[in-house]
């Protein structure tokens, strides 16, 4: 049975409290209140939607693991945001039935922290780090050690006393996610031994996911208005399972006791949700590339000074989905959007496409 510790900045951990379930739901000191909400989180990979090519190969690196008594080798999980790297952690610790740390690379401030961290692990742990290409540059060079020789380096004393003790560390498992590969070093990279990324959802994974958080929530929710909901998620499980909840609200006030189409299409038009799935910010980019840009290409630092948005916001969040799908498109000489586009907006082709023939 999986146990979660979540240790703090400060490198202090403390044990959950035994319960029933494989696996708790992390629960931070300011999130106490909603601890007696049910967790919407899988618990295991039959319970886990989606993803069936990862689970397939992790279902055997885990076995593999167990019939020959060993911690799980080090994992590194890739993926935009929401697509669920964190659970696929928690289910990894449930099946192989250890406790799971939990902690993110802006929390391991310095070397001490780490060691604190590394120190509380028992025997087969995972010690989890999300966005871990945060980690400071010190910091990932003392993991160097800790993956490869199973001890980590730390200075003791001072001035002309000063010496670096090794302290062996019992033997563990990291679980590393990170929204951008890029920004991790090759060395830390390379010493996962396996290295594998979270793709977007189906939209007819995504209505299971819908419905089986409506399941949860206590309510329920029909086929049609299922897929509703998962065709507007953006490819997401975790936007899912936010405008499940919302849809919920609007089709509970409304008197009503299970999300058909018609509640998911009202419920997500207040949300200002739209038939393709782009929120007020998605019509904004497009809005913004047709109206200043002639329809592009614009560089993209432009186009975010532009927006008043942060550039790596336009990047992981809202350019992944509308390339996905088929609204903008990436040029060598900056964004562009496409006839789907101008067709979504209601506007006209311009002639010649404005700066450059627009993509079909």
């Known amino acids: 049975m999986a146990r979660v510790r979540h240790d703090d900045g400060a490198g202090r951990s403390k044990a959950a409290a035994a319960e029933p379930s494989p696996v708790r739901s992390v629960v931070r000191a300011s999130e106490e209140g909603a601890a007696e909400e049910p967790s919407l989180r899988p618990r295991t990979m039959d319970e886990y939607i989606g993803q069936t090519a990862l689970k397939r190969k992790l279902r055997v690196f885990v076995d593999a693991a167990k019939q020959r008594s060993e911690p799980l080798d080090h994992v590194l999980l890739h993926g935009p945001p929401g697509l669920g790297k964190t659970t696929m952690a928690q289910i990894l610790a449930n099946e192989m039935g250890v406790r799971i740390h939990i902690t993110s690379g802006p929390a391991v401030e310095h070397k001490g922290v780490l060691a604190g961290h590394l120190t509380a692990l028992e025997s087969g742990d995972v010690l989890f780090i999300d966005e871990i290409h945060r980690l400071p540059p010190i910091v990932e060079e003392s993991l160097y050690s800790a993956m490869e020789d199973g001890r980590i380096d730390l200075p003791v004393g001072e001035g002309t006393r000063a010496r670096t003790m090794p302290f062996a560390l019992a033997p563990f498992t990291l679980v590393g996610a990170t929204t951008r590969t890029a920004l991790l070093g090759a060395p830390l990279r390379e010493r996962f031994q396996i290295v594998e990324g979270l793709e977007y959802y189906a939209d007819s994974e995504l209505a299971a996911i819908v419905q089986r958080t409506a399941r949860i929530l206590g309510f329920s929710a029909t086929d049609a208005g299922a897929a509703e909901i998962g065709r507007r998620s953006r490819g997401t499980p975790r936007i899912a399972n936010r405008l499940t909840r919302r849809v919920r609200d609007f089709t509970q006030v409304r008197g009503r006791d299970a999300i058909d189409r018609a509640d998911a299409e009202y419920g997500l038009g207040e949300l200002g949700i739209d038939p393709e799935g782009l929120d007020a910010i998605d019509r904004r980019v497009l809005v913004a590339i047709v109206d200043l840009f002639d329809g592009g290409p614009v560089g993209i630092d432009a186009l975010a000074a532009t927006l008043s948005e942060p550039r790596d916001t336009l990047e992981d969040v809202y ?5 996905q799908r088929g609204f903008l498109v ?12 101008l067709a979504h907006l209601g506007r006209e082709v311009p002639p010649g496409g404005g700066q450059g023939e627009l993509p079909l």
């Open 319 to 323: 350019e992944p989905f509308l390339l």
């Open 330 to 341: 990436r040029t060598p000489r900056g964004r562009q959007v496409t006839r789907k586009a």
